[in-house]
């Protein structure tokens, strides 16, 4: 069973800054996916940043490129989301999840957004942006 623990959440200031780590140990995988997902209160959970193993091709949602970028540290079996500019409505929940299918495409694979695919969780890292 893979397991996922995430880590660095917390309370930051607006415009602030924070990266959160999730480090996945189990069975491991020869190409895989891991993303982060996030839930603020009354919302429905949403796709955040994801990346590809072996490639280590991204993806993100629209609204926050350029402020969230996800990397990963292979050695570690970790994958990092550093979050600069923060605001307010980025108060959320954010979890980690790892794909052990991801889309293979002309040579290369590429990870899903959809949370449907993704076949494990962390139990989730509180991140609180005060204005």
């Known amino acids: 069973q893979v397991q996922l623990v995430e880590s660095g959440g917390g309370l930051v200031q607006a415009r602030g800054s924070l990266r959160l780590s999730c480090a996945a140990s189990g069975p491991t995988f020869t190409t895989y996916s891991m993303g982060w997902f996030r839930q603020a209160p009354g919302k429905e959970r949403e796709f955040v940043a994801a990346?590809?193993?072996?490639?280590?091709?991204?993806d993100y949602a629209d609204s926050l490129k350029g402020r969230f970028t996800i990397s990963r540290d292979s050695a570690k079996n970790t994958v990092y989301l550093q979050m600069n500019s923060l605001k307010p409505e980025d108060t959320a929940v954010y979890y980690c999840?790892?794909?052990?299918?991801?889309?293979?495409?002309?040579?290369?694979?590429?990870?899903?957004?959809?949370?449907?695919?993704?076949?494990?969780w962390g139990q989730g890292t509180q991140v609180t942006v005060s204005s």
């Open positions: 990346i590809s193993w072996p490639d280590s091709n991204t």
């Open positions: 999840a790892a794909d052990p299918h991801p889309r293979y495409y002309r040579g290369s694979y590429y990870p899903h957004s959809s949370a449907r695919e993704y076949d494990y």
